[in-house]
């Protein structure tokens, strides 16, 4: 697809559907001030017809992550080829027909591997995705889906922020156009609802988490951590740097995080979940929160 077709439907967009982009080249992660997460837990056992709802999907060692927002859903990234079908069906047991932003944070086959099929069964009104491409059987299939479907991706370079009526949605590019790692071409999500701060870290790696440490002056209640547990010179500062209450892990029983992640996370009094043990729902109202598996 052309670059300049690609520019005419951002230019389009942002005005139509409450979609901003940061004027500058840089990410700034800082948002407005909230309590300290670790400090402003209200956990509770469940929240009845929550107006925002997480749920991580049991995939194996892969994302795939649906957020329903106010009356906005969120999909962040698909999971593997082999479980598409279990993914099409979870959201159509939820009675989801309709997304409004599909987030591929970067074009691994743990990621992207069921995008065609979201496109091709749901009515995708935005997919956003790092700018480039990967030469594997699952980014064909992907790139296939959107010109079938008649979408144009946006292909994001600097901030954008969506706002519900009661969330504020920032999605942050990598700052460099190359990388030589993937994961470090990560789109980063961040999301505040009420006094409660989301975060869900992609696969970034060192440079890519060397990238957000250095803009961040936010605390987190809840990470989706980075890489599906892998341990790195730069996980402690991470946490620290982050302070969450709670931290999700995605991974199979064949590829589990590592335990030098289990224990830093025990260290820091987080919370820590991994969807081995099944899906993880998390709930809040912007006062109360839950989290149950």
Known sequence: MGKNKLKKFIGTIMAALGISFGLNGCSDYSKKSVD?????IAEVNNIENAPFEITFMNVGK????????????????????????????????????SIDYLILTHMDKDHIGGADAILNEFKVDNVIQAD?????????QYIKAIE??????????????????NAEINIYPALKKSYSQSNDYSIIVSINYGKYNFL?????????LAEFINSNNEKYTLVKMPHHGKINS????????????????????EELPDED???????????N???????????????????SQ
């Open 273 to 291: 979940f991994l969807t081995k043990d099944g899906e993880i729902v998390v709930k809040t109202d912007g006062n109360n929160i839950s989290v």
């Open 200 to 208: 869900f870290a992609g696969d970034a790696e060192e440079e890519r």
């Open 148 to 165: 079938k479907n008649n979408i144009n991706p946006i292909l994001i370079h600097d901030n954008i922020n969506v706002k519900t009526d």
């Open 36 to 40: 300290s997460p670790s400090t402003n």
């Open 261 to 271: 992640t289990i224990k830093l996370l025990n260290k820091y009094n987080v919370k």
């Open 62 to 97: 892969a994302d795939s992550i649906f957020l329903s927002i106010d009356d906005k859903n969120i999909m962040i990234d698909t999971g593997l080829n082999s479980t598409k079908d279990n993914v099409v069906s979870q959201l159509k047991e939820k009675n989801i027909d």
């Open 234 to 253: 730069l996980s402690e500062k991470f946490i620290k740097s982050i302070n969450p209450s709670y931290s999700i892990i995605t991974c199979s029983d």
């Open 132 to 140: 480039y491409s990967k030469d594997s059987k699952q980014y064909d």
